[in-house]
């Protein structure tokens, strides 16, 4: 199974920006489909951005234009550019590579959007 592990979370003023960065071991990314979720308090997961080992990118309408999802088969390890943070981006961040059954999940990392 693979073990990721997610950084570059922290404090960012409205209209700043962040790269967060999920390091994958244990295999190989470049076949997987990899994914940035967040949660709000009190809700449930919800989709972020995914790629797929093509290339192929999918965006919640929220961050369309605002966050890229990109990954660096090389390095094993998936990035989500923010830019023009809101208030309402923030969350607990996750990771997630899927593979057929084969499903992990980062620890998460904090963003918190506020002046």
């Known amino acids: 199974q693979v073990q990721l592990a997610e950084s570059g979370g922290g404090l960012v003023q409205p209209g700043g920006s962040l790269r967060l960065s999920c390091a994958a071991s244990g295999r190989l990314i470049s076949s997987y489909v990899m994914g940035w979720y967040r949660q709000f308090p009190g809700k449930q997961r919800e989709l972020v951005a995914t790629?797929?080992?093509?290339?192929?990118?999918n965006y919640a309408e929220s961050v369309k234009g605002r966050f890229t999802i990109s990954r660096d088969n090389a390095k094993n390890t998936a990035y989500l550019q923010m830019n023009s943070l809101k208030p309402e981006d923030t969350a607990v961040y996750y990771c997630?590579?899927?593979?057929?059954?084969?499903?992990?999940w980062g620890q998460g990392t904090q963003v918190t959007v506020s002046s």
């Open positions: 997630r590579a899927d593979y057929g059954f084969d499903r992990s």
């Open positions: 790629i797929s080992g093509r290339g192929s990118t």
